[in-house]
């Protein structure tokens, strides 16, 4: 035999039946907080400190690769003018 039953209530009606807290005020003052630090940080740093903070390694390998390819091109143009 199976039963099965069906609760239609809203989570903060479940929150109250089990005696849980309503956490939804210290929810949205820590999200407050976080959005006002992270908008803060947002202004007050430069579009190339706030790249070189995301992609640190992505953007100096690129320069080395960039690098390493025109020295070669170079050297190579070099080698066979003068030949």
Known sequence: M???VDIDCTPEEARHFFGLPDVKPMQDALMQQIQDRMS???QAM???AMLKTW???GLQGFE???KIFWTQMSNAMGKD???
């Open 81 to 83: 003018g003068k030949k």
């Open 64 to 66: 080395q690769m960039q």
């Open 2 to 4: 199976k039963i099965t």
């Open 55 to 57: 992609l640190p390694a």
């Open 46 to 48: 430069e579009p190339e």
């Open 40 to 42: 803060a940080n947002l």
